[in-house]
């Protein structure tokens, strides 16, 4: 039985609103190629907090021998895209009715040491019984430790636990801890409640 939902923050809670066009088509690089560089050296932006994210792309850019000025505009990009970023509030709504349901809820997010203050700021640190952050923990997704902090503070075990993900590679564990991984990809509100609703009741 389905104890608690986790939800990812960047791309699930929070949208971008801009009509930027995404890193991968400002560089003019394969997004494979890119992601596939990007998840090895994320932990930089996620971890250690040592780069910021327009600095791990222009890393990215130069390994993939991208041109100074689309290395320069990305980087640009990037900042007009996170400065975009706004909180969906259907999604806020959900995670109301979900905790109405007597449901745990819990964050769990690849993000830097701002992302705390920025939840006070919004309003939304009531929201969850857990909050895991990973440059707070050490550990980003889909290291299988940081979903291990979330159940233990949870007090739950793996298969009691649905994590929603706009992303696969923060999922490519759920199979190994035992969690129930949602996709948060293409598709609506309307939508993922659906598919939560094959689990829990709402």
């Known amino acids: 039985m389905i104890k608690a939902i986790g939800f990812d923050f960047g791309g699930v809670i929070s949208r971008y609103t801009t009509e930027v066009p995404y890193t991968t088509e400002t560089l003019g690089v394969d997004k494979d190629l890119f992601f596939n560089e990007y998840h090895k050296i994320n932990h930089l932006a996620n971890v250690t907090g040592s780069k910021t994210y327009a600095e791990v792309v222009e890393i990215i850019a130069r390994k993939l021998k991208v041109s100074e000025d689309k290395i320069k505009k990305a980087k640009e990009d990037t900042e007009i895209r996170q400065q975009s970023a706004k909180i969906d509030q259907q999604i806020v709504n959900l995670i109301k009715e979900i905790k109405a349901?007597?449901?745990?809820?819990?964050?769990?997010?690849?993000?830097?040491?701002?992302?705390?203050?920025?939840?006070?700021?919004?309003?939304?640190?009531?929201?969850?019984?857990?909050?895991?952050?990973?440059?707070?923990?050490?550990?980003?997704?889909?290291?299988?430790?940081?979903?291990?902090?979330?159940?233990?503070?949870?007090?739950?075990?793996?298969?009691?636990?649905?994590?929603?993900?706009?992303?696969?590679?923060?999922?490519?564990?759920?199979?190994?801890?035992?969690?129930?991984?949602i996709l948060y990809k293409d598709m609506s509100v309307a939508d993922l409640k659906k598919e939560l609703q094959k689990y829990i009741q709402l």
């Open 101 to 181: 349901k007597n449901y745990q809820v819990c964050l769990i997010s690849n993000h830097g040491l701002t992302l705390r203050s920025d939840l006070d700021k919004n309003k939304l640190l009531e929201l969850f019984d857990e909050i895991i952050i990973s440059q707070e923990v050490g550990y980003q997704k889909p290291n299988p430790q940081i979903f291990k902090l979330a159940l233990a503070s949870l007090n739950i075990r793996p298969e009691e636990f649905i994590f929603i993900d706009d992303h696969r590679t923060p999922l490519e564990t759920a199979k190994e801890i035992g969690y129930v991984p």
